[in-house]
């Protein structure tokens, strides 16, 4: 069972391009969380989506940043005009669906953006 | 806002000692988490303690919970330079979902040396 991918793992954007990072949640998995964590600092969360729905974004900047977990295909978390403040490693993290009893969340190995 | 705050910020030790971290929270929580990063790398969840345990044991790691006291310690005993990381507590805020978004805080960077 392969856990949780993410790609692509290292992303040099200029500052105005778009970034995209794309998260693939563990088989069976139908919850996909997004978290970014700057240079020596813990992980904060960003938005948490099951399929085809937000469920919480309430940590996610109100403007240029999105995301979307659609019926089919990865997780997006998707950085518009992007500015040098983004550059931090992007986290995703996927967990099982509610009354399977497991409450862990599973952590892929991140996107680092860099902003030039 | 910070839910865990990790003590110490750095620990440094010597192979084959034991090293403790502590974890202090804020709200109330059904369960507390640890999970250690390697320098560079993903999370790895080491253990999970629910509100109803006072103490879990898995390999090496002792994890205790204190409700009263709303902290939290990690124990590694017997140190291996492999332990060289960053650890994290982190407690779900229970929102919707399985069990909504998770809090961590700073970690503490422990430096094992051979």
């Known amino acids: 069972n392969a856990g949780v991918m993410q790609n692509p793992r290292h992303l040099v954007r200029r500052r105005g391009q778009e970034a995209r990072l794309r998260c693939s949640p563990m088989?069976?998995?139908?919850?996909v969380y997004w978290y970014r964590q700057l240079p020596e600092e813990g992980l904060k969360f960003m938005v948490y989506l099951q399929k085809e729905n937000i469920i919480d974004e309430s940590g996610m900047p109100k403007e240029r940043f999105s995301a979307e977990f659609p019926k089919e295909g990865p997780s997006i978390l998707r950085i518009q005009q992007v500015v040098r403040g983004d550059s931090a490693a992007y986290f995703c993290a996927s967990s099982p669906p509610k009354g399977t009893g497991s409450v862990e969340q599973y952590f892929g190995p991140g996107t680092r953006l860099t902003v030039t | 806002s910070q839910q865990g705050e990790e003590d110490p910020q750095a620990l440094s030790i010597q192979e084959g000692e034991n090293a403790t971290m502590n974890c202090s929270y804020k709200t109330s929580i059904n369960n507390l988490q640890w999970y250690r990063q390697n320098s560079g790398r993903g999370l790895v969840h080491l253990i999970l303690i629910r509100s109803n345990e006072r103490e879990k044991h898995s390999g090496r790691l002792r994890v205790t919970l204190d409700t009263s006291k709303k902290s939290s310690s990690l124990l590694i005993t017997a140190s291996r330079a492999a332990d060289t990381a960053s650890y994290f507590c982190?407690?779900?805020?229970?929102?919707?979902?399985?069990?909504?978004?998770?809090?961590f805080g700073k970690g503490t960077k422990l430096s094992v040396k051979p």
């Open positions: 982190a407690t779900p805020t229970g929102g919707g979902g399985s069990q909504g978004n998770l809090i």
């Open positions: 088989k069976g998995h139908s919850h």
